[in-house]
């Protein structure tokens, strides 16, 4: 069983930057799509931004466009989320999720493995 090790949360003042980790047990290239996802108490599990395996083609969510940049390192099975810029509202817990097939889609049912997440605090 594959899993998703997600690291680099954290707690930072507005305005400042946080890289996420996420390594995966086996090859990521064995999956369609990697992405981020996040999640406060109440509230539904929002897709950040995923990646393609493929092609490497990306998308965001719009709240986090421009300040946030998803990659990924096929040789460390590792994928990236850097995050910039960060203000209060991108509090949360986020996952690492992997998806076996097709296409990347920011509905979080499709996606086949999660990480257990990591906590990222915004301060004002």
């Known amino acids: 069983q594959v899993e998703l090790v997600e690291s680099g949360g954290g707690s930072v003042q507005a305005g400042g930057s946080l890289r996420l980790s996420c390594a995966a047990s086996?090859?990521?290239?064995?999956?369609?799509?990697m992405a981020w996802f996040r999640q406060t108490p109440g509230k539904k599990r929002d897709m950040v931004a995923t990646v393609e395996t493929g092609d490497s083609s990306t998308s965001y969510a719009d709240s986090v466009q421009g300040r946030f940049t998803i990659s990924l390192d096929a040789a460390k099975n590792t994928v990236f989320l850097q995050m910039n810029d960060l203000i209060p509202d991108d509090t949360a817990m986020y996952s690492c999720?992997?998806?076996?097939?097709?296409?990347?889609?920011?509905?979080?049912?499709?996606?086949?493995?999660w990480g257990q997440g990591t906590q990222v605090t915004v301060s004002s």
């Open positions: 999720a992997a998806k076996t097939q097709r296409y990347c889609t920011t509905r979080p049912y499709m996606y086949d493995i």
């Open positions: 086996e090859y990521i290239s064995k999956y369609s799509c």
